[in-house]
């Protein structure tokens, strides 16, 4: 047999909130062995009985049932709690995730639809330039064939003036010419009028065949050979070479500005 040896007695603090009283219980007690002799009864060493611990009260089931109870509501509570933030931060996650998923997409369509415009607009760009080259050579060209075909008409105006100076010219200066001239003037001028011609043609026109000789001839050396002015008291005919040209090159001015407004044959 051993012998409970000097066992510590310590007050265990109860649990809190539960109405457990304090006890006294043994710590680090150990036992030791010890000598006996046979056929006597183990003697145990009286407790001191100074300073004594008091007694230890009993434990009331209920009280204790009450703290178990609230003890595990703390536990649900906080374990609820936990689980609480725990769904709701992966809540937040999923739903973050979502949301930066569709901002990502968005974005990417964004950046990709403006990379795509700007490619575009810069394959479109030597285009373009090309483009407006093309259509100031095109105006230049347009332009420069308006030139060409203005010289050129001048040039046909100058010609087709030529000849008909040429060709009147040689005509009116001949003496069949010049009498074509005043028997078509005399058929046109009022009875009465005065016939000026140049003093040079004044003989032949008398000398023409079947002259009227009730005509008023008269020699003017303003009028150049080979025309005549049929003049009367209320109009003039003028039959002068160089009125015929006149006319000549207005009508064929006229005949240009036509065609260059598009309204001419």
């Known amino acids: 047999m051993g012998t409970v040896v000097a066992p510590a007695l310590e007050r265990d603090a109860a ?16 036992l030791q062995p010890e000598s006996v002799r046979i056929g006597r009864r183990a003697v145990f060493p009286a407790a001191p009985t100074a300073g004594a611990a008091p007694a230890v009260h009993a434990i009331d089931p209920e009280k ?23 769904a709701g931060r992966e809540e937040g996650l999923r739903a973050g995730y979502d949301e930066g998923l569709k901002k990502g997409q968005a974005d990417a369509q964004a950046a990709a639809a403006a990379a795509l415009d700007k490619a575009v607009a810069e394959a479109m760009e030597p285009l373009r330039e090309r483009e407006s080259r093309l259509q100031a050579l095109a105006a230049a060209v347009d332009q420069q064939q308006a030139a060409w075909r203005e010289l050129a008409e001048d040039e046909a105006v100058a010609l087709a003036y030529e000849l008909a100076c040429r060709v009147l010219g040689s005509a009116l200066v001949t003496p069949e010419g010049i009498r074509a001239q005043v028997r078509q003037l ?13 003093p040079d043609d004044l003989p032949l026109l008398r ?59």
């Open 15 to 30: 649990v809190s909130g539960t109405g457990i009283e304090a006890g006294l219980v043994l710590r680090d007690a150990s």
């Open 64 to 86: 204790l049932h009450e703290a178990v109870l609230a003890r595990a509501r703390e536990e649900a509570v906080r374990l609820g709690r936990e689980e609480g933030l725990r």
């Open 186 to 198: 005399r058929d046109q001028a009022r009875a009465g009028a005065a016939f000026h011609v140049h």
């Open 207 to 265: 000398s023409e065949p079947g002259a009227q000789e009730a005509t008023r001839w008269v020699a003017d050396v303003s009028v150049a050979t080979g025309g005549c002015i049929a003049r009367s008291a209320s109009a003039a005919l003028d039959a002068r070479l160089e009125t015929l040209l006149e006319e000549c090159l207005q009508g064929l001015l006229e005949v240009r500005a036509r065609r260059a407004q598009g309204g001419g044959e």
